[in-house]
């Protein structure tokens, strides 16, 4: 099957089969080209300062020499970043990359027992932490390989007076900062400024070198990290851009960065992509602040918008949002989980351009799947496997599937990691001997070569021998206008096995478990329908808002 690439005649004109996934040998040299090229240009902005792609070259060189040089660190050493969306994030990245090391990304919301995993498991040398979360890393560092701890606040990049101001503020009126004692530790600026003592060495950066270690927690367990190399991210860009290429205008684009980029999701589709594009990423570093997220929005000449469905979601429930100009617009990209169809509608109603959805994991670097650009409308399915990329459906015993029938989706191409950290094992379960990702979520094909998930291997609930996909519950439930969010999940059952049971974030106070089973009734055959109705304030959701399936089932609460 994988010969016949049956998605490649529902390709839109102009996109190639294959791309030359090795015109580039590392990200540095992306980089490197897009601050010759576009020097001049905006390249980030965060909370009403810009900083162009020469200023990028020139902070990042300075961020590699302090790690090279003040911290003696070697080509292949870790390096921890812990914060959200602000300038520190790219300069810090770039700095990791170019002077030859590997970026552990680390998710600022961590716990205590999380974090020391992280930088246990990984060996990171050094850590670079907003200071916000600086008290984590101090309860934790002691039993870690960890050698230099580098703190900044929210306004270090900001420019005086702006920046002081910004840091007075959240230290000592909002009191956001709590006390920490890291002796030893040195100020990200004062980092900066060392390393612009020294000039940078060049440094061989081949394709197998490791860029990025993703941690991933997966559905099982602890937390391993994905090794994705210089050459998997460079092929995740060239597949992307060629999917984006015909509508993106080099130098013009201005893109909404939401999403943490600490997420794959963030950091390959808006960091490394428009920076391929010369595009101005605009990081927004508190997203859950929606009114200020919209306030925001409607300064912005923005062209494109990448999230998940809970931030799509949030957005059309927020007062002013229907008011922000769409004019510029021509990209709304979904990932991360699945957009709902009542969503998807929406969106299209409120902003004119259709919500795209596309596919991928941490361990794809992240894009394999994309729905064509010139969608009309919302279709359901994750899309076409994107170029240079092989996907199939297959059964338990490994054998490819015929269109139509659902196995577990698998992925091949050139984005795909080198494995995980330290991990064989783990590694050998998911990657087989010819080069297949084994994904987890189940999956069809149809006809034109489209895939649809119809869910995670371990969400699906077995009702008396048949399969229910809690998406499709989801989806018809999210059509009810009293419905703002929700979730279905299996929960055990005397009678059939398992029943289906469905979380509810109300939008209208006055929805009654009655009618949610009514409407289910209309829409659903028997066995789907949820037998379990509970109503909550909010669903539990990861750090950037895909729903925690898993944390519903493991704790139940009294259900109407």
């Given amino acids: 099957m994988g010969s016949e690439r049956p998605w490649l005649s529902s390709y839109p004109q102009g996109i190639p ?57 070697k080509k292949g050493d870790r390096v921890a970043l812990m914060m959200p969306n602000l300038l520190q994030y790219p300069i810090a990245i770039f700095g990791v990359l170019r002077a030859g090391m590997t970026v552990v990304n680390t998710n600022p919301l961590y716990t205590a027992r999380e974090l020391k995993h992280q930088l246990t498991d990984s060996g990171a040398s050094v850590i670079v932490v907003l200071e916000n979360f600086a008290h984590v890393v101090a309860e934790v560092v002691g039993q870690t390989a960890v050698k230099q701890v580098v703190t900044t606040g929210v306004g270090d990049m900001l420019g005086f007076p702006k920046g002081a101001v910004v840091n007075f503020l959240l230290r000592h009126v909002r009191k956001q900062v709590p006390d920490y004692d890291l002796p030893g530790a040195i100020g990200f600026r004062d980092a900066l400024d060392l390393g612009s003592r020294h000039a940078l060495p060049p440094i061989d950066i081949r394709g197998h070198d490791i860029a990025f270690l993703q941690y991933t927690g997966g559905t099982t367990g602890v937390a391993k990290g994905a090794m994705l190399t210089h050459r998997n991210l460079v092929a995740n860009m060239q597949q992307s851009s060629a999917w984006l290429g015909t509508n993106c205008k080099p130098g013009k684009e201005q893109i909404i960065t939401a999403l943490p980029l600490y997420h794959i999701f963030a950091l390959t589709a808006n960091c490394l992509v428009f920076m391929k594009f010369g595009g101005l990423n605009h990081l927004i570093t508190n997203p859950r602040d929606m009114k200020g997220f919209v306030k925001t929005l409607g300064k912005i000449p923005f062209t494109a918008i990448t999230g998940v469905n809970t931030l799509f979601n949030g957005l059309l429930n927020t007062p002013g949002f229907a008011d922000v100009d769409f004019s510029h617009m021509h990209l709304s990209l979904g990932g991360g989980m699945a957009v709902q169809r009542a969503v998807a509608d929406r969106w299209k109603k409120v902003t004119g351009v259709t919500l795209v959805e596309a596919y991928g994991l941490t361990e794809t670097s992240p894009a394999a799947c994309m729905n064509p650009l010139d969608l009309a409308d919302y279709n359901g399915a994750i899309g076409l496997p994107i170029p240079s990329t092989d996907a199939c459906v297959k ?109 509810i974030v109300r939008k209208d106070p006055a929805l009654t478990p009655e009618q949610v089973k009514a409407f289910c009734r209309e829409n659903l055959t028997a066995y789907k329908q949820p037998r379990l109705v509970e109503f909550r304030d909010e669903l539990p959701k990861s750090n950037v808002g895909k729903i925690l399936r898993r944390e519903l089932r493991d704790t139940p609460r009294v259900t109407a």
């Fill in 395 to 503: 059964d338990d015993d490994g054998r490819a599937l015929p269109v139509g029938e659902v196995g577990e989706l698998c992925i091949r191409g050139p984005q795909v990691m080198a494995g995980y950290w330290n991990r064989p094992e783990e590694t050998a379960k998911v990657l087989d001997a010819e080069g297949w990702l084994h994904t987890g979520d189940m999956a069809k094909m149809d006809e034109q070569g489209f895939f649809y998930i119809v869910d995670r291997k371990k969400d699906m609930i077995l009702v008396s021998g048949f399969n229910v996909y809690p998406n499709e519950i989801e989806d018809v439930i999210a059509l009810m206008p009293g419905v703002l969010e929700v979730a279905a999940v299996g929960v055990p059952d005397e009678k059939s096995g398992e029943s289906v049971k469905v979380v």
């Fill in 17 to 73: 089969a294959e791309v030359d996934v090795d015109k580039y040998p590392s990200i540095v040299a992306v980089l490197e080209e897009a601050c010759a090229t576009y020097g001049g240009n905006p390249a980030y902005e965060n909370l009403g300062r810009e900083i162009s792609y020469a200023d990028v070259d020139r902070l990042s060189a300075q961020f590699a020499n302090y790690l090279l040089h003040e911290m003696k660190l």
